[in-house]
């Protein structure tokens, strides 16, 4: 018994590879003084982590090489010279790709498996869910009556979007890839309307979709998608800028927006935003997604794939080909 690990080997060209990493087995490690150690049942899978493998100026330094991969997991405190974590606690935070992880309990949020599955916590009721509350409602701002559209739309976070925007009001229009991820967001999610970006004519789809124009735009995937969306926002509206998945694996730099002209002519408000801007924030997120989903206003599903460890760059890759239908998650 060990604890297998992913390592970060070299920094990737377009998507990754298994020669990318190096997958190990190390001696599980022992807490030492106001240290616990944390058996990970559940590693989550994000676009950024794509991000986080390249050098260059970013919200948070590159993984060094050698190092473990980053990653928000979820699992269970097994050993603690910590008061605050107890053995048999339930918790979430940046443990790594790996299957035992220390901490002293910095950024790691304590969750109630009462109330949700621990799988959940690492999806819409962890980091994603918590990046659409924020994102949404303080960088989109939207009032009721109005058309909030989201990309990425049956994913983690844009499944969470959606959702809000339909509880505070407003007309939900998702855009997703394929008939199936359409048909889930329109009739299990409840959004107004899904638009599938691969059945072609986005435009004349979306203008249907959204008949009155477009208030907010939330956006996570860049590109195309957001050329053709920028040509229908109205006046005043707001894109809050929270992924362009799109690009990740780029190896070369795509051409900029060409629709900028309308941020100037609608007087267009864009903001990038990044979850941890409200890391002091994250129990009112909590409580309130919690809420929802007890209440049956917020439906929540994960893609746990099986493989462990191993699996890992091959799992990844899914999320940049949509091959992931809901939060992605690899199970330990
Ligand atoms: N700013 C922050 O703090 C923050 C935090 C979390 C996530 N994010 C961002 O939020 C976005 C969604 O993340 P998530 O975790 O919720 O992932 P997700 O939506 O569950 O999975 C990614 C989805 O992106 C879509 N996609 C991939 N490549 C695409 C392309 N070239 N064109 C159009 N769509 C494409 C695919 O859906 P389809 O099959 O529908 O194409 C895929 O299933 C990402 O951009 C991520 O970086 C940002």
Redesign the pocket.
Known sequence: MGNRMVKLARRPKGMVTRQDFTIEDGPIPEPGAGEFRVKIEYIS????MR?WMNEGKS?VPPVGLGEVMRSYSAGIVDKSNNPAFKPGDAVQGLFGVQQYALSKGERVVKVDTTQAPLQRWVGGLG??GW??YF?LLEVGQPKAGETVVV?????????IVGQIAKIKGCRAVG????PD?CRYVKDELGFDACVD??AGNLAAQLKEAAPKGIDVYF?????E?LDTVLLQMNLFGRIP????????NATELPQGPRNLRALLTQRLRMQ??????WANRIPEAIAQLGAWHKEGKLKIRE?VREGGIDAYPDVLN???????????VLKV
């Open positions: 899978l994000d676009p950024a991000g919200y980091m994603p990046t659409a994102g990309s990425a739309a049956s994913g983690a976070v844009g499944s855009i997703a890839g394929g991820k970006y691969k956006e996570n995937v860049g590109g998608i800028v929270c992924g362009l998945i799109s690009a990740y990038g935003l990044i979850v941890f801007d893609d899914l999320l940049y080909t949509g091959g992931n239908f809901g939060k992605l």
